[in-house]
């Protein structure tokens, strides 16, 4: 998670971050907590102890290999399916032509 969109979504400097915040941000971002939590610290928008008490609950909760909440993002390639809306858009292919490209029927194209 480049540091920009840390900084975005948590603000240059906090004393404190919620595991709600966490998890809402893993679902957004597709990045886990503990990474997020990770990426953080060097940046200094979480301090040495917060981090630390994270991974201590980490731990005692065993999520070290599986996390609480699950990702929204979905792991699946879009570029061809964006680049198919796009040539649809400025004309290039017909619906009918789309519609067979992203496996949808005309209608929900339409």
């Known amino acids: 998670m480049p540091a920009g969109v840390l900084r975005r979504e948590l603000g240059n400097k ?3 971050i919620s595991l709600y915040e966490l998890r809402s941000l893993k679902g957004q971002h597709g990045i886990s907590m503990q990474a997020i939590t990770y990426r953080a ?23 070290r290999k599986v996390e609480p909440e699950k990702y929204l993002v979905v792991d699946a390639p879009h570029r061809f399916v964006q680049l198919s809306y796009r040539y649809l858009a400025e004309g290039v292919i017909a619906i009918a032509k789309a519609a067979y490209l992203v496996r949808k029927s005309k209608p929900e194209i339409e």
């Open 41 to 63: 610290k060097p940046h200094r928008i979480i301090t040495e102890y917060v981090y630390e008490r994270f991974s201590k609950t980490v731990g005692a909760q065993g999520w």
């Open 14 to 16: 906090r004393s404190e």
